[in-house]
């Protein structure tokens, strides 16, 4: 959903450039509450992984593909507000190295990608674990759940944003039919990674989910015929649990996703590429203005070998956004106050 140059009206891109910056101060202070020693060196990884898995194209309909946006993951792992700045960063970096993402329609890509689907997710997300039983199914459940509508709510914010500025004269209910339509199915898929990946974090590493945090059910044992709580067991101090095998882990899998795996991603249009052709939206689309890049389109300038150049390029773009995210999160962490040094309980292992 990476929207081009030339859809959206200059006013209407100056307008969500507004939006989106405004939501960036506000995450960037929100976030100062999320992270912690904990959560600081994992959310650049987990803007590094959104990158990587960005680049799997997976088909979705007779000619259409589609990719995670991340929202929803980058949300539950790390927190709303810091999922907002891990999926800004990646677009970021996208629209600048890779000419991936019009630069004047940055603004766009930050509000529908990043803040719309990280609120819708995050608040779907919150209302399921409160109904469902707290257990870790209950979780990768309500992540799945949560995913699955993120998606198509973006699919609606630019359906508006285009109502209000688009360039080109196309009647807005056959833009968001096909819009909604195509990005349903593109939700399953993102659920589908999003629930995968919460579920083999929280298997190993429950504490490290903040979504998780604070859910855990007592343990409990039956006595004389009757259940009751397990005394409290002494919290293992965060600095002791070392987080280092998870994060090499999750580098590892990154690499190789956008490294070797992303050589077989689908290479039909994603959904707003199709339904721009199909509708005539890009009828004004306008050159990248980093078009000239050496890594534009996803490929290193000067290497012919198709599979060696997407595959460095991958490799690339993962070190680029581990190194920029890691960056921004360490300083905003730097920055926490003394009040907001308390943070949300920790998940015990039993969810």
Not at 57 to 66: E, M, R
Not at 128 to 139: A, G
Not at 150 to 162: C, D, E, Q
């Amino acid at each position: 959903m990476h929207v081009p140059d030339g859809f959206i009206n200059a006013p209407v891109s100056v307008a969500a450039g507004a939006v989106a910056a405004t939501a960036v101060a506000v995450s960037l202070r929100g976030a100062r509450r999320e992270l912690d020693e904990r959560t600081a060196p994992l959310a650049g990884l987990v803007a590094a992984f959104i990158f990587a898995v960005q680049m799997l194209n997976f088909p979705v309909a007779a000619g259409t593909s589609g990719h995670l946006l991340g929202g929803a993951l980058a949300a539950i792992l790390v927190g709303p507000f810091t999922g907002v700045l891990c999926v800004s960063v990646v677009l970021l970096m996208q629209g600048i190295l890779f000419a991936d993402g019009g630069l004047t329609a940055l603004g766009v890509n930050i509000t529908n990608m990043a803040v719309v689907t990280t609120i819708v997710a995050y608040a779907v997300f919150r209302g399921l674990v409160k109904l469902l039983p707290r257990k870790r199914r209950s979780i990768t459940v309500s992540a799945f759940v949560a995913a699955v509508i993120s998606v198509p709510a973006a699919a609606v914010a630019f359906t508006l944003i285009y109502a209000i500025g688009g360039t080109t004269d196309v009647p807005i209910g056959q833009v968001f039919t096909a819009m909604v339509g195509v990005h349903v199915l593109i939700g399953i898929g993102e659920a589908a990674i999003t629930a995968l990946t919460v579920g083999a974090v929280i298997a190993v590493r429950p504490d490290l989910v903040y979504g998780a945090r604070g859910l855990t059910a007592p343990l409990k044992l039956r006595v004389n015929g009757e259940l009751v709580d397990t005394p409290a067991a002494e919290p293992v101090p965060a600095a002791a649990r070392s987080h280092r095998k998870v994060w090499l882990a999750g580098l590892a899998t990154s690499l190789v996703l956008a490294g070797f795996v992303s050589f077989y991603a689908s290479a039909n249009p994603d959904g707003l590429e199709k339904v721009a052709a199909d509708k005539g939206i890009d009828a004004k689309v306008e050159d990248h203005a980093a078009a000239d890049s050496p890594l534009a389109d996803y490929g290193v300038e000067g290497l012919t070998n198709s599979r060696i150049s997407g595959g460095l390029a991958g490799v690339i773009g993962v070190g680029v956004t581990i190194v920029a995210g890691t960056g921004v999160f360490w300083a905003v962490r730097r920055r926490r106050t003394p009040e907001n040094q308390s943070g949300p309980s920790q998940v015990g292992e039993s969810v």
